[in-house]
């Protein structure tokens, strides 16, 4: 018998204003304590909100698959299973481990230097769009062999990718997809006469090491490309921004934290993880049920789709003390801001990388920071990705 939905707060709102941008942490309590594992009519899928059922269910590929189908393009590498996955994901797992990131740090040093210099001198400055956007599409973008000039375009396709609909009607959800639709064509576009170049003057990149690239003796298509450079290009920068936006925000909410940070640089580290933790940047995963499987009484039948609140298992007071207090140096912190597993994020020792610099660099430079008075808060409209589209915020410089 499925166990429907209590007190459901629809996804559709969870981002429109900042009293539902917070208020998805009290539903998500609400769900953990009355209907932890229960079947949303409305969405037609299994939300899952404890944080041993969403670990064993990522853990599970043999029951629990990625694979969905693709609306336009080639899949990428998180709606596969395995072998293809394991084989895609083995091409480029090696410019993303820590060793091969390190050779990249001088780049990323130098990237936010100047951001930040460049906020300097200014009365109120936009922590999003002058530093927690440009410096990971910047990056990303050397990574893959792009031009950064097109960060314009970057952005917008990255952003409708990931964004959810204005209000809950089919009129604003077919506005959506027709965007969304337009937005995957000219990205593919671009890759396309990208690759085309590359394929004829190769350089060190990730886009020059795919096209050489075989599985089995056969090379990968543009389509397969493609995706993983769509994939690549969204992901690389919309995690590090979030990641960077909701830690700042979380800091600034307790005002000593920013200090205590200053004073106690080891605890950057630990303050990002908690920031993973707290408001993550991804909120929910999905997956498939590839057979029966009774979890807690529930019956989850093949081909149900299940989705994981990533946002409701990092709050969960079974699993993290004082769960709704962002503790700048809570350890151990064994979120699953990252997924786990086969899935677990390729670009999280990038994105952490990333913020530790941004973080050490901007408590060296300025002695203060914080929220102005007359802030409003402007969410990223999206149920699934977390983080503000703008934070416009105050800094005294040392």
């Keep these: 018998m499925k166990q429907k939905t209590v007190g459901f707060f629809s996804r559709h709102t969870f981002s429109t204003s900042e009293e539902n941008w917070n208020g998805r942490f009290e539903w998500y309590e609400k769900m953990r304590k009355a209907s932890p594992i229960t079947y949303n009519e409305e969405e037609k899928c299994w939300d899952i909100f404890l944080y041993e059922d969403i670990e ?29 996955h394991t084989q895609l994901r083995s091409l480029v797992s090696k410019a993303f481990t820590p060793r091969e990131l390190n050779l990249w740090k001088p780049r990323i040093e130098q990237i936010t230097e100047n951001l930040i210099d460049d906020m300097k001198g200014k009365a109120t400055f936009d922590l999003i769009k002058d530093l927690a956007y440009p410096l990971p599409v910047m990056v990303i973008a050397d990574i893959l062999g792009v031009p950064e000039e097109d960060m314009g375009d970057f952005k917008r396709w990255s952003d409708l990718l990931v964004a959810g609909p204005e209000d809950p009607t089919e009129e604003a959800l077919q506005r959506l997809q027709k965007l969304r639709t337009q937005s995957i064509t000219e990205m593919d576009t671009y890759f396309e006469e990208i690759i085309k170049y590359k394929r004829t003057h190769p350089k060190e990149d990730i886009i020059s090491i795919l096209i050489d690239a075989e599985i089995e003796g056969q090379k990968l298509t543009d389509g397969e490309i493609v995706s993983f450079c769509r994939l690549l290009l969204a992901a690389g920068n919309e995690t590090t921004t979030n990641l ?3 830690t700042m925000y979380g800091l600034l909410e307790e005002p000593s934290h920013y200090q205590e940070l200053q004073q106690n640089p080891e605890y950057i580290t630990l303050a990002i993880e908690e920031g993973l933790r707290y408001r993550s940047p991804v909120q929910a995963l999905h997956r498939i049920a590839k057979e029966d499987k009774e979890i807690k009484g529930q019956n989850i039948r093949k ?7 990533i946002g409701s298992a990092n709050r969960d007071e079974n699993k993290f003390e004082n769960a709704n207090h962002f503790i700048i140096n809570r350890k151990p912190n064994p979120h699953l801001s990252f997924g786990k597993g086969i899935h677990f994020c390729l670009g999280a020792p990038l994105a952490r990388m990333e ?16 929220i102005p008075h007359n802030f409003e808060l402007l969410p990223i409209q999206s149920a699934f990705v977390f983080g503000l589209k703008e934070f416009p915020l105050e800094g005294q410089e040392n």
Excluded: Y
């Design 56 to 84: 064993a269910i990522i853990k599970n590929k043999e029951i629990f698959s990625s694979q969905r189908p693709v609306q336009q393009g080639e899949p990428n590498i998180l709606s596969l299973d395995p072998p293809r």
């Design 244 to 246: 960077i936006g909701n």
């Design 303 to 309: 081909g149900d789709s299940v989705t994981l609140w």
């Design 355 to 370: 913020g530790q610099i941004a973080f050490e660099q901007l408590t060296k430079k300025f002695s203060k920071i914080c």
